[in-house]
């Protein structure tokens, strides 16, 4: 748990300890104080979540071929610009996995920019939620591998060019699959967190003019670990499904 409790925290656990201590007993899990079960980097992705539906549920009665409002050229542009990157790695098929693409980008956009309105913080900065992403990228380009091409003609990828070099290909794949995992997790919480404490400080040190500064930084970085991540997603999908020839 972070060493304060944000005001959306300390509601949840007001409000809704019980029910947490209830699904951490599922999982044969117990928190440290049961009294304040819920993080902050939970009720910030909760928050996100509740911030996503309200976005789309305006935005859905509004939609519009003659007309299009602010919000939606917003959306068209990066539904735009997230197709043609997929085109660009994944190839033609890449539309099929376009909502997946979507999804995380923008989970991971609106939880790095979240940090940036007051009394609330960047769940991003906190491992298990950059890990949790990661985790969801790893399941989703292998179960895409094994949609595609079948269990054996998955697993071939493993094993390399040549039927020789099999015992060596495998162990190599293998741990490097599983370093993808380290390296989109260390990637994207290193930056967020440094990106937090640099704006923290200056804010801290000179409340007024220079912390505009280092807020357009934050924002920067936001948008380029939220591509860079879904970037390298895609790249992860595109091997898995890219037939040998």
Request: overall charge neutral; charged content about 10%.
């Amino acid at each position: 748990m972070s060493e304060h409790e944000l005001w959306i925290t300390a509601l949840f656990n007001r409000y809704f300890a019980g029910f947490a201590n209830s699904l951490l007993s599922l999982v044969h899990v117990h928190a440290e104080n049961p009294e304040k079960p819920w993080a902050n980097f939970v009720t910030m992705q909760i928050l996100v979540v509740f911030i996503f539906i309200a976005v789309f549920a305006f935005l859905r009665p509004r939609l519009s071929m003659d007309r299009p409002g602010r919000m939606q050229h917003v959306f068209e542009a990066v539904y735009g610009f997230l197709r043609d990157q997929a085109d660009d790695v994944v190839g033609h098929s890449g539309i099929k996995y376009l909502h997946f693409f979507g999804t995380i980008f923008l989970f991971i956009l609106f939880c790095n920019l979240i940090g940036l309105i007051p009394s609330l913080e960047s769940p991003t900065m906190f491992t298990p939620v950059p890990l949790g992403c990661a985790i969801a990228a790893f399941l989703y380009y292998n179960a895409m591998g094994l949609k595609e091409q079948g269990v054996w003609g998955y697993v071939k990828h493993f094993a390399g060019p040549m039927p020789l070099l099999a015992p060596l290909m495998v162990p190599i794949e293998f741990f490097s699959h599983a370093g993808r995992l380290l390296s989109l997790t260390a990637r994207l919480y290193a930056n967020m967190f440094a990106g937090e404490q640099v704006t923290l400080v200056f804010m801290s040190l000179i409340p007024f003019g220079v912390p505009v500064i280092f807020m357009g930084l934050h924002i920067f970085v936001a948008f380029l670990q939220a591509f860079v991540f879904t970037l390298l997603t895609m790249s992860y999908v595109s091997g898995a499904v890219a037939h040998e020839h």
